[in-house]
């Protein structure tokens, strides 16, 4: 009914601005665009506030405060024009027609944590529309759902629940200020993937701004399109403002862990052993491995080695948890006393690094705990990689020193699920999931340069052990090394590079969707869906 009621408002609005957009030039000043957006603002919800130009004293706040990658807040950075933070549903559809009309390259920002910036940066002008203010979470508990607004963060979803329930949780990442627009459209990786599977597999409506300034529901919208933002990247089709999900339910105690083993303690065989077992344990079970290079304890040369850090989830008590252990993973040598019990909610603190006793209003903070410089990408691995060729990564890690490699072992409900059941493909067959991870202190594009190119060094060395043909990535960990588009007339082509690493078998369908939906590619990026090229 909201979505009616809206949409007969603005009608007369959308209909001028619409013939508007056909007959418009194909460039014009931001200044024209502010002036599009104030002339036809609803008088119940005035758009002017909400505007924010390189001469207003709050500009530079407003775009720092979801900068979440230091190497994208540079003195060299592009920084947008105007920033519009909307208020309203309608400032979103203001905005879409208006930049129509003027020609003007929009970035959609709900939470800043893409890891190459594409939500705030780019290489041509542009604005940015913010959707940080549109943060609204309503939990049915009766029907075990919630809406949840795009600019709503996952630590502000997970507190939500637990106010109205301690057996209900989500399946979604383990930062707490990740926006809700960006995970859950990309796919939504989290430590309950194994028994829930990713977030888009719980997601059962949403509501999207398209381009023609309608807001469209599951229903008005049409499965296609439902099917492209569960996965696919909302930002090719639209700007989503909510999504309906289903709420998971969880034990009132969990189980958390986080053991750590370096080469002097055998850490090369467990982690050997982890590829074998991590992927068929207990679905209520995961245990993420991050390798990284640290100090030999005790050395005054300075002598580095590997530390390997297991750490893991398990939905249940802590006594169930060790038999689970004992009997398919021994090698670990878990023991009672590295094990924590708690409840689901606490358990995000956990993940997060909060301290053990951390008032769970941490959840709601939406400054990081730490900002730095990074670089991150990522791999699928399909076999377990022989042990020799585990000592040799272990070694060009060594050699590198500051890249960690992180693995996320998928089976359990990752693998029951259908790889077109959405355009997030990875499902059977992959035994986990790589993220590179390099961070840094140092400002300016020399320190940047070094560091990205350790990690694609060591994404280079890791080539023989993942998959092949396409070389698949995970589209939530963005990455412009496999591809950047510059939406002209090669568009298609150069989507196509990055697309099918992403999605495989799915771009083809998402490419159909977006030539359907936004044939004049309005809703585009670095590394968005093209449309046809005929």
Not at 481 to 490: F, R, Y
Request: net charge positive.
């Amino acid at each position: 009914m909201a979505i009616r009621r809206l949409s007969k408002l603005l009608l007369p609005f959308l209909l001028v601005l619409s013939v508007s957009c056909i007959a418009s030039a194909s460039s014009s000043a931001p200044d024209n665009f502010v002036s599009c957006l104030l002339s036809h603002s609803l008088p119940s919800h005035p758009i002017g506030p909400a505007i924010y130009t390189p001469n207003n004293a709050s500009y530079s706040s407003v775009l720092e405060s979801y900068i979440r990658n230091l190497r994208f807040n540079e003195s060299y950075t592009r920084k947008p024009y105007l920033i519009i933070t909307a208020l309203h549903v309608s400032h979103v559809q203001q905005v879409i027609l208006c930049a129509q009309k003027h020609n003007l390259q929009m970035k959609i920002r709900s939470g800043g944590h893409d890891y190459e910036g594409v939500s705030y940066v780019a290489e041509v002008p542009f604005f940015i529309l913010d959707l940080f203010n549109l943060r609204t979470i309503n939990v049915d508990i009766k029907t075990e759902t919630a809406w949840v607004q795009a600019g709503a963060t996952l630590g502000e979803v997970y507190y939500r629940i637990h106010e109205k329930s301690k057996v209900h949780g989500f399946p979604a990442g383990v930062c707490p200020t990740v926006g809700v627009g960006g995970l859950f459209s990309g796919g939504g990786y989290g430590v309950m993937l194994r028994k829930y599977g990713l977030s888009v597999d719980n997601i059962v409506d949403a509501q999207i701004v398209d381009v023609h300034g309608r807001l469209l529901d599951r229903k008005s919208m049409g499965e296609d399109l439902f099917w492209a933002i569960t996965g696919g990247g909302g930002a090719s089709f639209g700007v989503v403002i909510a999504y309906k999900i289903n709420l998971v339910p969880v034990p009132e105690t969990v189980t958390v862990f986080k053991v750590i083993r370096t080469l002097e303690q055998n850490a090369t065989d467990i982690v050997y052993r982890w590829q074998y077992v991590a992927h068929k344990l207990d679905n209520d079970l995961f245990i993420r491995l991050t390798m990284d290079v640290v100090n030999v304890t005790g050395s005054q040369t300075g002598e580095k080695t590997l530390r390997a850090t297991f750490m893991a989830l398990f939905l249940g008590d802590s006594a169930r948890l060790l038999s689970v252990m004992n009997k398919s993973f021994p090698e670990l040598g878990l023991k009672q006393s590295d094990c924590q019990e708690m409840s689901w909610v606490e358990s995000t603190l956990f993940w997060t690094g909060f301290p053990n006793g951390t008032a769970l209003d941490a959840l709601l903070r939406r400054d990081p705990q730490v900002l730095t410089h990074l670089k991150r990408k990522s791999d699928y691995v399909k076999q377990p990689i022989p042990k020799a060729g585990l000592k040799w990564i272990i070694q060009k890690m060594i050699e590198l020193q500051t890249p960690m490699l992180t693995f996320n072992p998928y089976g359990g409900r990752m693998a029951e699920i259908a790889a077109s059941a959405k355009p997030f493909p990875h499902r059977a067959g992959n035994l986990w999931k790589v993220q590179y991870a390099t961070n840094w202190n140092a400002s300016g594009s020399e320190a940047a340069e070094k560091y990205i190119d350790l990690t694609r060094k060591l994404f280079k060395y890791m080539t023989p052990f993942v998959s092949k043909n396409p070389r698949e990535a995970f589209f939530n960990y963005k990455d412009l090394d496999i591809g950047i588009n510059h939406n002209d007339k090669g568009s298609y082509f150069e989507g196509r590079v990055y697309g099918v690493k992403y999605f495989k078998e799915n771009f083809d369908k998402l490419v159909l969707i977006k030539t359907k939906v936004d044939p004049g590619n309005f809703f585009r990026n670095e590394q968005s869906i093209p449309t046809l090229p005929y």
